[in-house]
């Protein structure tokens, strides 16, 4: 067990010393920098840190950590907060450490399909440097979240069904551990097999046990041809089926994804797009030649036709593309503004493939049952589901966490996981040892190991008791 059970408070003097790491500019406790860093995107509350630290290179970080390990300081990582589980909230106070100026490609190995680069740069805007080299890093979670947030959350996105999440797209990383060490993880080379896998340690690990400096990364050739397929159902069970059978049909989708009726509907009317009220099938598929690219495309419309789609459309236009999956990555904002004075609370489980139907099913069976109002849509093509479950009050927001509970049980009898991509943070904790039983105890020795003094983004993956940690024994200033 963590051997404290109290975090030391940031004082003048602490601030003093984080001013000579990185100097006085990239250190903050302006209230509004504090309050801008407090929240996700999530509906857990905002909970401020006591000082934001913006450190410009990886050493920063290292010795960042060492001196708050020295003096028990909680730190917290932040990408740009757009996570959903409270990832990077500083629930206990302390440092918010910020990697907003840490936004540089270090360099491109353009021959070896990789590149290098600091954690704070956005993907997308990495992505657009690359295109001159004819180069993308294929995940894809929509918002424009930061290369150190995603690999610190396994992120994935639309993508995943070809391409994989981001621990299948790294391949080196530098981490600051919480002593200050800084060491390197993985190598540049595409077969690895020296040592421990401590790479994949890392990723997926939401700051808890390290924290990412630099990251070497797996790139893809931008497709030459690309189509985007739109097919419509009578029936959710319909869509889904169809799912399994695409999946199935040695096909490759480089994205297929599940949108219901209610969706359809607002992206619609938000959008202009011309969508049926219906269950709804997005698919994108990539290819080096045109005759593959129709090949495949006759395939898909088969499949579906035999499940019974009511309408299918296919497109190769590029602008006619990017208006339908601009319509599908901004959906979220769509139901926000559909609900004003509403708050959300969002549900992500994944199952394998076999069982998709079955979880759609009985999600559509528990809204209809306790007649809640509840959008689904998701990463089907890797049997990834998100539900959306607005609400107005305390009331509502226990009805959709009940709901959601179920949910991510169900999930689990399946053989699938309490969250697909979105991570663990502080919402998913009370589900890890149903999911993953005794191996738990190995988690908690891994961060007993790299984290003694529990300083690393603490309450997040395993729960505060299991740090060693209550909320309300933080000595406060």
């Known amino acids: 067990m963590i051997n404290t059970n109290t975090f030391t408070p940031v004082t003048s003097e602490i601030i003093a010393q984080l ?22 995107q999530g509906h857990h509350p905002a909970r401020p840190g006591e000082v934001v630290v913006w450190p410009t290179e990886a050493q920063h970080v290292a010795d960042i950590l060492k001196m708050a390990n020295e003096q028990r300081i909680p730190v917290t990582p932040w990408g740009v907060g757009t996570s ?40 997308k805007d990495m992505n657009e440097q690359l295109k001159r080299y004819g180069l993308f890093f294929a995940p ?34 530098q981490v600051a551990l919480a002593d200050g060490r800084l060491i390197h993880v993985g190598s540049r080379s595409i077969k690895q097999s020296a040592g ?22 797996r790139l893809m050739p ?17 869509a889904v089926e169809t799912v399994v059978a695409v ?30 009220p219906k269950p709804t099938l997005f698919m994108e598929f990539h290819a080096a030649h045109e005759g593959a690219l129709e090949m495949g495309l006759e395939m898909v419309r088969e499949i579906c036709e035999e499940f019974g789609a009511i309408k299918i459309r296919t497109t190769t236009d590029p602008a006619e593309r ?24 969002l549900n992500d489980v994944a199952v394998p493939i076999s069982a998709y139907p079955e979880l759609i099913s009985f999600i559509e069976q528990r809204r209809i049952e306790e007649n809640i109002t509840a959008y689904m849509l998701g990463h089907a093509g890797d049997g990834n589901i998100h539900v959306e479950f607005p609400y107005t009050d305390e009331a509502g927001l226990e009805k959709a966490k009940a709901i959601n509970g179920e949910i991510v049980l169900k999930a689990i009898e399946l053989g699938g996981t309490s969250t697909g991509e979105h991570g663990i943070g502080m919402g998913k904790i009370e589900y890890l040892l149903q999911e993953h039983g005794q191996a738990v105890d190995v988690m908690r020795a891994l961060k007993q190991t790299l984290d003694p003094n529990g300083i690393l983004n603490p309450g997040k993956v395993l729960s505060m008791a299991e740090h060693g940690l209550h909320e309300l024994s933080m000595t406060t200033t």
């Open 140 to 173: 894809d979670p929509g918002a424009n979240a930061t290369i150190g947030g995603m690999l610190a959350n396994n992120a994935s996105g639309i993508r995943t069904v070809k391409y994989g999440a981001c621990k299948d797209n790294v391949l080196r990383m």
């Open 196 to 217: 421990y896998d401590l790479l994949h340690l890392f990723v997926g690990s939401e700051g808890t046990l390290g924290v990412i400096t630099e990251a070497t990364l």
């Open 19 to 40: 001013e000579s790491i990185v100097g006085a500019a990239n250190v903050s406790t302006a209230r509004a920098d504090l309050d801008l860093h407090a929240k996700d």
């Open 222 to 238: 931008i497709p030459a041809l690309m189509s985007a397929v739109l097919a419509h159902f009578e029936t959710v069970e319909a």
């Open 322 to 345: 990017k208006q339908l999956w601009y319509a599908r990555h901004h959906s979220y904002e769509t139901v926000i503004r559909k609900h004003p004075n509403h708050k959300f609370f």
């Open 247 to 276: 999946r199935g049909s040695g096909l490759d989708p480089a994205a297929l994804e599940f949108i219901d009726a209610n969706h359809t509907i607002m992206l619609t009317e938000a959008n202009n797009l011309d969508l049926l």
């Open 84 to 123: 959903l589980e409270g990832n990077p909230v500083p629930i206990f106070g302390g440092i918010l450490l910020s990697f907003e100026r840490m936004t540089d490609i270090i360099k491109v190995h353009a021959d070896d399909f990789q590149v290098t680069v600091q954690p704070g740069i956005p993907y």
